[in-house]
T-cell receptor, first 113, second 113 residues
Framework: GESVGLHLPTLSVQEGDNSIINCAYS??????FIWYKQESGKGPQFIID?????DKRQGQRVTVLLNKTVKHLSLQIAATQPGDSAVYFC????????????FGKGTMLLVSP | NAGVTQTPKFQVLKTGQSMTLQCAQD?????MSWYRQDPGMGLRLIHY???????DQGEVPNGYNVSRSTTEDFPLRLLSAAPSQTSVYFC????????????FGQGTRLTVV
């Protein structure tokens, strides 16, 4: 298995369920947030993003919610499928420069048929 | 439609050896970066570039050099490999400073013995 998955929080769901993956960010000044999906043996793949002037953004089967009061970000996946099994990372941009994008440690989502 | 291409996919080095990890993108992105991914650590930024001829350090730059002579290529050089550099390395490119919809390569798994 991929070493990136060791010691990660894990969410196990049944196919068809809705999944919610949570992320706490650190900097109240962060202005941009991104969710990435990483399948075993592959690089991270962009899923959805949200700017700090928004509370919610929807994509295809995914919704990102931003709660700036408690510095919390969540990714909701509707009708989860086995192909959604992966490690999910949130990232925050803490400042105005390119080097200020910081990734969280990730959550592993396991979907059972 | 290649996106971001990294070579090699796997590499084993002896302590003290040097090598270059290659990264090329065909999307005409100005922003490119190198990350390392270790178990339980998420992705950490090593070096980045905001355009040809311009590079800067990220969070963990020690032991690595980069150059950006063209928009397409962004090689990462390990000058004298150490076991602490055993990791999975990802190159990414993006169209703006926020890393909007960044594209990642497939990764290079490096082992230093």
């Amino acid at each position: 298995g991929e070493s990136v998955g060791l010691h990660l929080p894990t969410l196990s769901v049944q196919e068809g369920d809705n999944s919610i993956i949570n992320c706490a960010y650190s900097n109240s000044a962060s202005d941009y947030f991104i969710w990435y999906k990483q399948e075993s043996g592959k690089g991270p793949q962009f899923i959805i993003d949200i700017r700090s002037n928004m509370d919610k953004r929807q994509g295809q089967r995914v919704t990102v919610l931003l709660n700036k009061t408690v510095k919390h970000l969540s990714l909701q996946i509707a009708a989860t499928q086995p192909g959604d099994s992966a490690v999910y990372f949130c990232a925050e941009n803490k400042g105005s420069g390119y080097s200020t994008l910081t990734f969280g440690k990730g959550t592993m989502l396991l979907v059972s048929p | 439609n290649a996106g971001v291409t990294q070579t090699p996919k796997f590499q084993v080095l002896k302590t003290g050896q040097s090598m270059t990890l290659q990264c090329a993108q065909d999307m005409n992105h100005e922003y490119m970066s190198w990350y390392r991914q270790d178990p339980g650590m998420g992705l950490r930024l090593i070096h980045y570039s905001v355009g040809a001829g311009i590079t800067d350090q990220g969070e963990v730059p020690n032991g690595y050099n980069v150059s950006r002579s063209t928009t397409e290529d962004f090689p990462l050089r390990l000058l004298s490999a150490a076991p602490s550099q055993t990791s999975v390395y990802f190159c990414a490119s993006a169209r703006d400073r926020l890393n909007t919809e960044a594209f990642f390569g497939q990764g290079t798994r490096l082992t230093v013995v």
